[in-house]
Each structure stands twice: as structure tokens, then as C-alpha cells.
């Protein structure tokens, strides 16, 4: 309709459509995004929880998805014969490692290997390193159930890293981190607030060393960087916004 009295015209709508319902990854390549669709497992059921660690400790990030959906409505469906009744609560999901291999490259790993069978209604799941070995474990909360802990017990342990943050954001939320192996950059990870459905992973990242770091690079908010010297043999380590580097152990 057009406005008469200011002699304005509305500009048209803009129409996106997606071309497919595939649960998918996007990988940044630096000037292009590059959309990868997740393995079939992942595409059986609804997620709703995303974690991304390292849970094997072999350097490639992977990835946890909390599955299943029950609150499903029934649909009447109308032919020349009858009124039936069609749909179900979406539940072919029991939690879903996809194990990084390279390139971009991602795997399912089925709950009797990885040892991560969840039933039921998955909503919530979180990372952290509980016990302190340096391995990542992960907790996950079905819908109306107990809270199961997964315990990593095979993992290779990793670097635990902590952040000292600015007074107003002491944890570091919104950096990023890389691990250094020589002339080698690792993966990079994201400390965020929320991880999926109502969660937070752990601000204590566990990087994968496939071998012996030899320094960490930090990008700050705002986007200061700082790169620091790892130790030999560290455990932990704790880096401020000036790069200085504490061994925790």
C-alpha cells in the first residue's frame, strides 16, 4: 500500500528459503563458509545440545549432540477411505558422538564403542573436566530423568586452560585459543556463555595435544592477541590479557 501523504513506498520483502532440513556444520574457510551435512545419525532425530571438545585428545575438535523430542502432536490425516492418525514422538537418537578425523571431517561413533548411550528425551548437556585428569567429560540431563555423568576414562589427556580475564569479564568469555605444535596451529576454541539448551560447558578448556605444545595464542575480545611459551610437561596453566602465563601444574 502506498502512503499518499509522504509520498513513501514500502520496500518489497525479502523471501529466504533453505534449500535443505539436513542438520549441518558450516566451516569457516576465511572467505567463504563451507556447509558440510552431518553423518545420517544426525539426522534421525532432533538436537538440541551442541558440545564441541576433544574428547579423544587427538587434536581434532568433535562433537556431542543431545538428541529426541517427544511433545509430538498427533495429525489427523483425511483420505476417501478413513481419518487416521499419523506422527510420533521423534526418539531414534541416544546421544551423539561425531568424532573429528581431519579436514573438516566428522564420524558418528555408536554409543556401544564411545560408551556414551543416552535414552530417552536428551535436553541439556555440558563439558567439563570433573576430575581433573585432563579429560573432557560431559554431562547430559534428559527431559523428566536423572542427570547422567560420563566419566572419560581413554581419552589422552590434554592442556587444561584457564583464562584471567578483564575485571568485567574475568573467565575470558568470547576469546579464542590455539594451541602451537612448532610451525603447527591446532584447533581453534571458542570460551562462550551457553553451549546448547540450557547449559554451559566448563570456562576450563582441556585442549588435545597429539604432541607436546610449544605455546598458546589467545585472541581476546576486542581483539587483542597474545602468544605465550608452554612449559614442558604442564598440566595447566592459567593466561592473562597480557600474555603472562602461570603454571598451575
Not at 581434532?60 to 487416521?84: G, W
Not at 510420533?88 to 573429528?100: E, K, M, P
Not at 548411550?117 to 554431562?139: I, M, S, T, W
Not at 566448563?202 to 575480545?221: D, F, H, K, L
Request: glycine share 14%; net charge neutral; with cysteine.
Amino acid at each position: 500500500m502506498q502512503n499518499r501523504h509522504a509520498g513513501i513506498l514500502p520496500s518489497p520483502a525479502q523471501q529466504v528459503r533453505a534449500a535443505t532440513p539436513a542438520s549441518m556444520v558450516f566451516f569457516n574457510r576465511g572467505d567463504h563458509f563451507e556447509a558440510v551435512e552431518l553423518p545420517y545419525e544426525a539426522q534421525i532425530a532432533p538436537a538440541f545440545a551442541v558440545n564441541v571438545g576433544d574428547f579423544d585428545g587427538d587434536g581434532n575438535e568433535d562433537i556431542f549432540l543431545s538428541q529426541n523430542f517427544f511433545a509430538m502432536a498427533p495429525l489427523a490425516v483425511v483420505n476417501k477411505f478413513r481419518l487416521t492418525q499419523s506422527g510420533g514422538r521423534l526418539d531414534a537418537g541416544r546421544g551423539l558422538w561425531l568424532r573429528g578425523t581431519g579436514g573438516g571431517k566428522l564420524e558418528a561413533v555408536p554409543g556401544q564403542k564411545s560408551g556414551i548411550p543416552v535414552y530417552g528425551e536428551q535436553r541439556r548437556a555440558a563439558l567439563c573436566d570433573f576430575d581433573g585428569d585432563g579429560r573432557v567429560d560431559l554431562a547430559v540431563s534428559p527431559n523428566g530423568a536423572e542427570t547422567k555423568l560420563y566419566q572419560n576414562v581413554l581419552g589422552k589427556p590434554g592442556l587444561r586452560v584457564r583464562l584471567n580475564g578483564s575485571p568485567g569479564n574475568p573467565d575470558g568469555m568470547g576469546s579464542t585459543l590455539r594451541l602451537v605444535f612448532g610451525e603447527r596451529m591446532g584447533a581453534a576454541r571458542e570460551i562462550h556463555g551457553g553451549s546448547g539448551y540450557w547449559s554451559q560447558d566448563s570456562v576450563v578448556q582441556v585442549m588435545g595435544c597429539p604432541e607436546p605444545p610449544t605455546q598458546i595464542w589467545v585472541r581476546w575480545p576486542g581483539g587483542k592477541t597474545t602468544t605465550s611459551h608452554v612449559p614442558s610437561g604442564a598440566q595447566e596453566i592459567t593466561v592473562d590479557t597480557d600474555g603472562k602465563l602461570t603454571l598451575n601444574r
